[in-house]
């Protein structure tokens, strides 16, 4: 070989030397940014975990991560499931993302709000949620127009409630899988990490943002029979052992979660958090006169404006930044916090067009760079109403005292059970929270009068599908759950959808008193099913003897007659783009007008 062709070998071996090198660092750098897991109950409280004191709940998991993690020991989120899950997803409170309800068309999260997925998204992270959503099951508010690439959804604030697939029981249900109806075997907790699990092992290489939001322990009180038989034998109501046993079925799975990252070995490099979205809803009940359970010496559990309805678990590892040790901060810090947060320790940049977040950057506290942030005050509601009302099931929050529904104020450092009302003694204290709550009052109301907008008609979602569950009427009349739909207890008539047409053209609206994908007559009646052990009973659905049915959008309104066997009545008709409201009904032979239960919009 000549001097020449040595030479040009050698440069050839090193530069394809330094291509590898230079390759490898940036997958080095890239393997840098964190992955990040976020586990969320639905209605476990405080008291519900045993390394708050719990004696009878069996949760050895989240024990050892409670050892293991950096405690947020005065985390607050809202008394009630969707308003804190938007509070988590934006940053924001949820009166002014458009979600202070759980139902009624004030659960769906605004058009135009910025999720921690799409943050996420933008930066470069593969993004899943697996799980409650409860933020909206229409275009443009579902998980996948939020950020999320991939989803594995129930409908609703839980499943078997009326926006889910029908008959859903929490064993061998349909999910949406990318808004696909997909059957699924076994029970649903085990499916979310089961799935979650599957999708970290694919994505293991590449940044991810895994959402892994449990319905469980939310009623129906559901859970294979095992679990139930750890606490069989406890002095404590039926309920209440069901509940426990949702809940130990949760740390088995969470077990599993843990196992897996170690396996992939990309534990030390994942932000791993654990939380709940409310207070406890059956895991401390008076019956009889005797109480049972524990809340950690609290007053109030779901949706109570007390400590117990919004102080929840918030456990957060990151070994690789040294977020670990069984530390606790005992700062005023809540769910509004975490996205900002989360953008620090994962180096995201946030989009110059977005709405102002409401939450404070907490990093420095978790890095240990910090003792406080300095924050003044904070402040949780519980609407639960068509129109929110002003100072309605409200806590204003300062350090450790407490003004409830601007009139009673505690200490919690000395009266955590908010036994004691100071508010005489400090009359200044009260005025100066009264102020900051007009202030803010004043800023997330400008919205009040403007519900979230359910699109028809976008080829996002091309047909749509809504229900009773989002109709804007008093939640007494709204038949949110299956088992209020098979019984027909509740009469939504009277309600109307908040409705916006994407496009101009012709569309065809069917109405009809059964879930579509059921294939039932509108009149047919059905068979319920008995409770077990360890689940609870399905009730019949009664025929209701409709005899004619209608529709209304904006002035356009017609009726028809039902044809005997008929699963639904269609309409169609010619439409402007824009917003507007729509209604429909039912009428019997007896001459009573309900509130169509579901509607399906298509764009021809």
């Known amino acids: 070989m000549n001097k020449r062709l040595v030479i040009l ?5 090193i ?25 969320i109950t639905d209605d476990q409280g405080y008291g519900d975990i045993a390394a708050h004191g719990n004696k009878l709940v069996q949760t ?24 804190s899950r938007s509070g988590l997803m934006t940053g924001r409170y949820a009166n002014r993302v458009g979600v202070w309800h759980t139902i009624g068309g004030v659960s769906i999260l605004r058009k135009e709000e910025v999720t921690m997925a799409d943050v996420f998204n933008e930066n470069g992270y593969e993004t899943a949620m697996f799980g409650k959503w409860h933020l909206g099951d229409t275009y443009p508010s579902r998980p996948q127009d939020k950020g999320f690439k991939q989803t594995l959804v129930h409908g609703g604030g839980g499943v078997g409630q009326t926006p889910d697939y029908w008959n859903n029981d929490y064993f061998d249900d349909t999910y949406l899988k990318n808004g696909v109806p997909t059957k699924y075997k076994g029970y649903c907790t085990d499916v979310w990490f089961d799935e979650a699990i599957k999708y970290i092992e694919e994505k293991k290489d590449e940044p991810f943002f895994a959402y892994i939001s449990t319905n469980a322990p939310h009623l129906p009180y559901n859970v294979p029979e095992e679990y139930y038989n750890k606490y069989k034998d406890l002095d404590i109501p039926e309920f209440q052992k069901i509940f426990y046993g949702m809940i130990t079925n949760v740390d088995d799975n969470f077990a599993k979660l843990q196992k897996k990252l170690k396996e992939l070995k990309i534990a030390d490099n994942t932000i791993v958090i654990f939380m709940t979205d409310n207070g406890t809803a059956s895991g ?17 559990t779901k949706n109570s404006e007390y400590e117990g309805g919004h102080r929840v678990p918030f456990f957060i590892s990151y070994p690789e930044k040294n977020i670990r040790g069984g530390k606790d901060i005992n700062e005023l810090t809540a769910h509004l916090d975490i996205l900002p947060t ?16 409401d939450g404070s950057d907490i990093s420095s506290l978790l890095l240990g760079t910090a003792k406080t942030i300095g924050r003044e005050y904070l402040i949780t509601d519980s609407q639960r109403v068509q129109s929110p ?6 806590t204003v929050m300062s350090d450790k005292m407490r003004l409830v529904n601007g009139t009673e104020l505690y200490d919690i450092a000395k009266d955590p059970g908010q036994e004691n009302d100071i508010a005489s003694q400090f009359p200044e204290k009260v005025a100066k929270m009264r102020g900051h709550y007009n202030e803010w009052w004043s800023s997330v109301s400008s919205k009040f009068n403007q519900f979230p907008v359910i699109v028809l008609g976008s080829d996002k979602q091309n047909p749509i599908e809504l229900t009773c569950h989002d109709t804007h009427v008093h939640d007494s009349k709204i038949p949110w759950n299956q088992d209020y739909i098979r019984e027909a207890k509740k009469n939504p008539i009277g309600g109307n959808f908040t409705v916006e047409f994407e496009k101009s053209g012709k569309y065809k609206i069917e109405i009809s008193r059964w879930p579509f994908e059921s294939g039932l007559a509108i009149n047919e009646s059905i068979k319920g099913r008995a409770k077990t052990i360890s689940t609870e009973a399905i009730s019949e659905g009664k025929s209701m003897n409709f005899t004619k049915g209608g529709i209304q959008i904006g002035a356009w309104r ?3 007659q039902i044809d005997k066997k008929a699963k639904s009545i269609v309409f169609e008709g010619n439409f402007s783009k824009g917003k507007t409201d729509m209604s429909a009904w039912f009428t019997t032979n007896k001459n009573v007008d309900w509130g169509v239960f579901y509607i399906k919009v298509t764009r021809l």
């Open 389 to 394: 009302i002003k100072w309605r099931k409200s």
């Open 558 to 560: 017609q009726e028809k």
């Open 342 to 357: 989360l953008a620090t320790l994962c180096n995201l940049e946030l989009p110059e067009k977005r709405n102002e977040i």
């Open 284 to 300: 401390y009940k008076k019956i009889g006169g005797k109480l049972y359970g524990f809340n950690g010496g609290m007053k109030g």
């Open 60 to 83: 050895p998991t989240l024990d050892k991560f409670h050892g293991e993690s950096v405690r947020l020991t005065d985390f607050h989120v809202g008394p009630t499931c969707a308003p």
């Open 15 to 39: 530069t394809i030397s330094c291509t590898s090198k230079s390759q490898k660092t940036i997958t080095s750098q890239e393997k840098k940014k964190p992955n990040v897991i976020i586990v």
């Open 9 to 13: 070998f050698t440069l050839a071996v």
